[in-house]
């Protein structure tokens, strides 16, 4: 529906989408009717806050990195498929070779194995050759982000392909983020607020945006594997005191207030 009516009114409109979470009525007084009046109040009093939608560049641009993903989590998983054939054929590679893929080993195998291997073998090719194609249309796509692409490659542990897929996700303006706490609170890298009677229940992160939070993690544990830098050093220092798993997760929302702040 966003799609359809973005362009629907040449900019006169602004369209909110809010979480359904922030804007409930009494339970058990549930009507269209009294929900429309509700949201109309919430509206006028100025209480309702607009989810976070990039720009349609964006959206399109982060909708070839999100597939970029899933490809490449359907060919791991292919991958591990034909392992476990031929171990199950009596070939277990995986015990001496890292990656079975591109090695040579002699062995026999029964014709239904061959044919089955051979199926198996071609779908894997086919996943591969998609994923090429994919990545040649990423290429042409980030071209307009060819200068932020460049800064976010200076900071360490972050390649190109991240520094699409964080630009995929949180966009190039931040002007819809008003504070690094907000952007941190959007993609779940903060703990929550859960209080009452003055006792804290919770302090476990926010679900928040699982594909920016996810990449950030990522590269939070390449950085961790380096040990003269500012962020490495950073990291083994709350490690010490917080444990691997808490260190990491602040690493990663320190990366996104670099990020935010560049």
């Avoid at 994919?134 to 360490?156: G, K």
Wanted: aromatic share 8%.
């Amino acid at each position: 529906i966003y799609e359809i009516l973005e362009d629907a009114f040449s900019g006169d409109i602004t369209l909110l989408v809010v979480n359904a979470r922030h804007m409930k009525n009494v339970p058990g007084k549930k009507t269209d009717m009294r929900d429309s009046e509700w949201i109309s109040t919430l509206l006028r009093a100025g209480l309702l806050n607009a989810s976070f939608i990039p720009e349609k560049r964006i959206r399109e641009f982060r909708d070839l990195n999100r597939y970029r993903k899933s490809i490449i989590r359907d060919i791991t998983s292919q991958k591990n498929r034909v392992e476990k054939f031929l171990q199950s054929s009596g070939f277990r590679l995986s015990s001496f070779i890292s990656d079975i893929f591109g090695a040579s080993v002699n062995g026999t195998l029964s014709e239904h194995q061959k044919s089955f291997l051979k199926i198996l073998m071609c779908h894997y090719d086919s996943m591969k050759e998609h994923l090429i194609e994919i990545e040649t249309h990423l290429q042409e796509d980030m071209l307009p982000f060819a200068l932020q692409i460049e800064q976010l490659n200076t900071i360490y542990g972050i390649s190109t392909t991240a520094s699409c897929a964080i630009i995929a996700e949180i966009g190039t303006d931040m002007k819809p983020f008003k504070t690094a706490e907000h952007i941190c609170s959007w993609a779940g890298l903060c703990p929550g607020n859960n209080e009452s009677a003055g006792k804290r229940k919770s302090t476990s992160i926010t679900k928040g945006n699982p594909y920016i939070k996810s990449m950030l993690c990522e590269i939070a544990w390449v950085i961790a594997g380096k040990r003269n830098t500012y962020l490495s050093a950073w990291y083994w220092r709350i490690k010490q005191k917080k444990g691997a798993r808490k260190a990491i997760v602040a690493l990663a929302r320190k990366l996104l207030v670099i990020i935010y702040t560049m």
